[in-house]
Every structure is written in C-alpha cells, then in structure tokens.
C-alpha cells in the first residue's frame, strides 16, 4: 500500500552450520589414552571388521582383555571367600568390598563392550547431528575441560581410598582388614588387581558420566533457546515451532540410543552400589567404637567412596531426564497457545508436551525401576539408612547376650 513497504516474516528459522564436529579428542580428553591401561580397549575389535590387516592384533587385544576379566573375577572371588559370621565386623566388610567387586565386574564388561562396539564415536556422530540443528552456536557447553577436571579430582579420591585399604590389607597379611591371614602370592596380589580395578571402574563411571553431560547439556541449551523463544513470541510462527519439535525429536532419539548402550552399566551397577553402601554405613554405624582409629578412618573413606559411586551412577540419568521434563514446564507457561484458531500450530504444541510428559526413554534399574529425579532421592535416603537400621538391629542382639 502506498509507499509502505511489505514486511515479510521469515518462513523458517536460519539453523547455523556446525562447522567443526566434536571429537573424541575433545570429549573424552586424556581417558582416551588412559583406557589403553585397563587392557580392555577393543576398539581394534571395531576397526578388524572392516581392515583385515588388523585381525591378528584384535586377536591379540581379545585376548588381553579376557585375561582382565579373568582376573577381575578372581578378585571378587577372594573378596566373597572372606566373609565371616552373618553381622559380623568381617562379614559387612566383606560384603562391601564383595558387592563392589561384581560392580567392577560390570564395568569391566562395559567397557569392554563399549570400545568393542564404538559406543563413543557413535554416539558423537549422533550428538553432531543435533548440535546442527540449534539455533545459535554455543562453544561453552561444548567445551568438556571442567567436567574432565573433576573427573580427575574424583579418580584421585577413589584410587588413593582404594589402594590405601588395599596395601594396608597387605601389610596384615589379608585380603580385608578383619579377614583372616592368607597365604603371600594372595595378600601380594590382591593391591595390584585392586589397581586394575580402580582404572576399570574410574574410566566405565567417566564414559558413563561424560555421555549422560552431553545429553543434559544439549536438552538444557535446548529448552534455553525455546524459552527465549517464547519470551520473544516466536512461537505462534508454525516454523519455528516445527523447528523446535523436529529437533526435540531428534534430542528423544539421541538419548535412546545412548540409553541403549549405557543401559548396561545402570540395569545392574545400582543394585551392587547400594548393597555395598548399606554394608558400609552398617560399618561406620555399629563399630565405630570397637575399631582402631587407623582402620576406622580407612573404612570410613570407603564408605565415601562407595556413596560417591552411586550417586555418580544415578544422577547423571537423572537429570537427563530432569531436562527431558523441563521442557513442558517451558511450554505450559506459554500463554501463546491458550487462544490460538491455529488447530495444526496447537497440535505441535500439544506433540511436544506430550512427548516430555509421556516419553519413555528413562533407565530402569533391573528392568523396573526407573531412574529418575524423585527415585533417585527416595533412593539415597532409603538404602544409607538400611545400614542404620542393621546397626541397631545389631546392637539390640548384642544387649539381648547373643554373641556376634
């Protein structure tokens, strides 16, 4: 109309390249190398598939890594072999001890697995794809120095815990402190298969974590940029609401493609997680008094340990699932969609709180229970405190004249 100039709104939202993918280099930083440590790095494995010059060397590798189960299983072995009288000092210190050795087991198979099957540079090339589809470009969440950083803080508190029980188990001449003494090749052994256990359970936990930060990373970002949408009033524009619910889409499929794989650590690792830890405050309730102070404090280091690992096994799931949710929460304060005559604008909207609400891409910890932000509390109040309960349980039998 007249000398006023048509104003022509945008029919679909710019989606910025991403010019450089990221790497495992970037992603996983030292552990990449450290992993070659544990013996279980199959990823030759993958590669002999498709480069038959590598076949004698992934036989090789193969075999390395069965003989790194082998012996992980004979360490669990010789920590269950120590148990002593039901409620007893030795028998909750074994248990503990017993319990995170099956969860070393699993990690070892994991890790096993993982590398064998190129779990990472599948689940980066999945990541990359979704990282193309934001709407601006943000080098912050992509950077994973700081969460290596702790990683390493962390690794160093596990490994000094471990090996300090392990090497004064030694010096006793035991397998645990209130185990029985054992001949030398076993007491000799045991600080060294405890060194490889402390790798294989350190570098399963970080792959776990780093993959389960990615997820949260990217779903957080994801729900930033639509909240910012909906502050602006982009959101009644068809196209951008399409643009948000294909890459929510593609946000579901990632995290069920991870969760296939990462299902084989957290099916499993929180059960053997909270029995060790119900064994371990079971110690530090019902013998702090009884207990040399030296060896009190490296059980009590111990029970940190282990409480450090189940929470490090539970919230990463969680709070994918947290961010999961959080995007209805973003949607349902939109007020653009209350009157709205756009019955195909409303239906977008009503696909993509449906999908956040009703998804069902949670981990369920042996196939029924699902990990997510409310069992995750209930759990870590729950399980400490069934120690409390065996302590006091022990206490009264020891009132009652029942010797223990």
Avoid at 245 to 267: G, P
Avoid at 269 to 287: D, T, W
Avoid at 310 to 332: E, I
Wanted: charged share 20%; hydrophobic share 45%.
């Amino acid at each position: 109309m007249g000398g006023q100039e048509e104003i022509v709104r945008p029919s679909r939202v710019e989606i910025p390249e991403v010019k450089e993918p990221l790497t495992e280099e970037q992603f996983l930083g030292k552990f990449r190398k450290i992993i070659k440590i544990t013996g279980l790095d199959c990823t030759l494995l993958a590669q002999a598939q498709n480069n038959p010059t590598l076949r004698t060397k992934a036989i090789v590798t193969r075999i390395l890594a069965i003989a790194v189960l082998v012996l992980i299983f004979f360490r669990c072995g010789m920590l269950f072999k120590a148990e002593g009288p039901t409620l007893s000092l030795t028998w909750a210190e074994s248990n503990v001890f017993a319990f995170m050795g099956i969860h070393t087991i699993v990690c070892s198979l994991c890790l096993f697995g993982w590398t064998k099957n190129s779990v990472i540079p599948g689940h980066l090339s999945r990541l990359n794809h979704v990282r193309s589809l934001r709407i601006k470009e943000n080098s912050e969440i992509d950077d994973y120095s700081s969460v290596h950083r702790k990683a390493f803080i962390w690794s160093a508190f596990w490994f000094l815990t471990l090996m300090t029980h392990a090497i004064f188990s030694a010096c006793l001449q035991k397998v645990i402190l209130s185990g029985k003494t054992v001949i030398i090749p076993l007491y000799v052994a045991m600080p060294f298969l405890t060194l490889l256990a402390c790798f294989n359970v350190t570098l399963c936990v970080i792959y776990y974590f780093l993959v389960n930060a990615s997820l949260s990373r990217e779903i957080e970002y994801f729900n930033e940029e639509l909240d910012e949408a909906k502050k602006e009033k982009r959101l009644h524009d068809p196209s951008v609401l399409l643009n948000f619910c294909h890459r929510q889409a593609e946000l579901f499929r990632l995290v069920s493609k991870a969760n296939e794989s990462l299902s084989s650590y957290a099916t499993t690792a929180p059960m053997f997680c909270f029995n060790g830890c119900i064994n371990a405050v079971y110690i530090a309730s019902g013998f702090e008094s009884s207990l040399p102070t030296a060896v009190f404090t490296v059980l009590l280091f111990n029970l940190f340990a282990v409480l450090a690992v189940t929470f490090f096994t539970l919230r990463p799931a969680s709070n994918v699932q947290f961010y999961l949710a959080d995007t209805a929460r973003v949607l349902l304060d939109s007020e653009e969609f209350e009157n709205t005559e756009d019955t195909e604008l409303f239906k977008g909207y009503q696909v993509m709180i449906n999908r956040s609400l009703k998804h069902n891409s949670k981990i369920r910890v042996l196939g029924g229970i699902p990990i997510y932000p409310g069992s995750m509390n209930v759990a870590m109040f729950i399980f400490p405190n069934l120690g409390n309960l065996l302590a006091l349980v022990r206490k009264v039998l020891v009132n009652q004249g029942i010797q223990i």
